[in-house]
């Protein structure tokens, strides 16, 4: 049974700074692609960044370029969001995804399998 089990999400300060992890089980988690993605009341979700496998290749998307690190431990198949410098508008349920494709993608569609997802209020 495969599981993405996200945590670390909450209330904070615009400002500050969050840790969200994303524990994954019944996959092979240190082949796979794994995302972030978000999707904030009312909008369609979003991209935040990824990871190759390796850990060597990362993109994220502008809104959060410079402030966001992605990172994973294959060891423990866990793959951690590093947030700082939070701005309102990242408030969002922030989800943990997982591609078998081999390659940094973009879409939802590049991703089977999620999480159920961490919620992350930011207040001003």
């Known amino acids: 049974q495969v599981q993405l089990v996200e945590s670390g999400g909450g209330l904070v300060q615009a400002g500050g700074s969050l840790r969200l992890s994303c524990v994954a089980s019944?996959?092979?988690?240190?082949?796979?692609?794994m995302g972030w993605f978000r999707q904030a009341p009312g909008k369609e979700r979003e991209f935040v960044t990824a990871i190759t496998w390796s850990g060597s290749s990362t993109s994220y998307a502008d809104s959060v370029k410079g402030r966001f690190t992605i990172s994973r431990d294959n060891a423990k198949n866990t793959l951690y969001l590093q947030m700082s410098s939070l701005k309102p508008e990242d408030t969002a349920v922030y989800y943990c995804a997982a591609s078998s494709t081999g390659i940094i993608g973009r879409k939802r569609n590049d991703y089977a399998y999620w999480g159920q997802g961490t919620p992350v209020t930011v207040s001003p």
């Open positions: 019944g996959l092979p988690f240190s082949r796979l692609v």
